[in-house]
């Protein structure tokens, strides 16, 4: 039995999270979001998916610590902030994005 670990439930998780249940990529996707109610929507979306696609992945919510025995932990978590860069705009989401990675980090670790 395989689980995933996602953590952040915007764009980009909202963009993987499907194709892991539609491909049958794990047995079980655990969802984390810093808003609870982005993750418990996502999950309910993927859930609906579930049963439409008769896909066997379970889905359900989580906080990023109670992913520690997951096989894998994608993340995907962005930073509250306003990108007021003109050149270099992914380097800014970087330094943005940067201690909360590293915070998840130390959590996981």
Partial sequence: MSTI???GAGAVGQALAPLLVASH???SLLVA???????????TDLEDMCQVTGSPVRVSQ???DRMLTC???VVCARA???NTARRDVRMAGLTANA???AAL???LA
């Fill in 25 to 27: 990529w794990c047995d």
């Fill in 99 to 101: 201690p909360l990675v």
């Fill in 33 to 43: 979001s810093g808003s609870g109610r982005t993750a418990r929507g996502l999950v």
């Fill in 5 to 7: 670990g996602l953590i």
């Fill in 62 to 64: 989580c906080a990023p």
């Fill in 80 to 82: 509250v902030f306003t």
């Fill in 71 to 73: 096989d894998a932990i």
């Fill in 105 to 107: 980090a130390r959590q």
